[in-house]
């Protein structure tokens, strides 16, 4: 892996990181633990789906996650419609906490590789994680608690050059 990191001082933190690719302002757990009890709305989920490449189902059951973009949609008609406000569908607290756990490991990835493009590239590249013969992605493995703990370990091993 060839990451180019810029000088401490000059990088944004994790937080920023994370606050940039969900639109919000973010500077501790607190923030995080706010948005995961208010839930992320369903129109920022499927902004950084779509950026982060999810794999249906990632964060939550995919009929689910259909109906409440359904709910988005209908909510989006109604307004233009009759200019009538309905509130807008969010996540629930666990849906976006899993939410925000990709978010962390995808902000993690993009310091250590400098670049958000190549870090979803490799994060979406199959390998031999479990080091049992079966080739998973790291973004599948960030999928659980224990799973993103795997991958944010192998990012700072890299960072560190312990390979």
Avoid: C
């Amino acid at each position: 892996m060839n990451a180019v990191r810029q000088p401490q001082e000059n990088r944004p933190s994790i937080y920023a990181r994370m606050g940039q690719l969900l639109g919000t302002p973010i500077g501790s757990e607190a923030d995080l633990l706010r948005l995961t009890k208010a839930g992320i709305s369903a129109r920022r989920y499927l902004l950084l789906a779509e950026r982060l490449r999810l794999a249906p189902g990632a964060i939550g059951a995919e009929s689910t996650l259909r109906r409440r973009v359904r709910t988005l949609h209908s909510a989006a008609v109604q307004r233009r419609g009759r200019g009538k406000s309905e509130a807008e569908p969010r996540l629930t607290p666990a849906e976006s906490e899993r939410l925000l756990r990709l978010t962390r490991v995808v902000s993690e990835a993009s310091e250590l590789f400098g670049d958000e493009a190549a870090a979803l590239d490799w994060l979406n590249t199959p390998g031999d994680f479990l080091h049992d013969g079966s080739q998973v992605t790291p973004m599948r493995l960030a999928e659980t608690d224990a799973g993103a703990r795997l991958v944010e370990a192998l990012i700072q091993r890299t960072a560190h050059g312990l390979f």
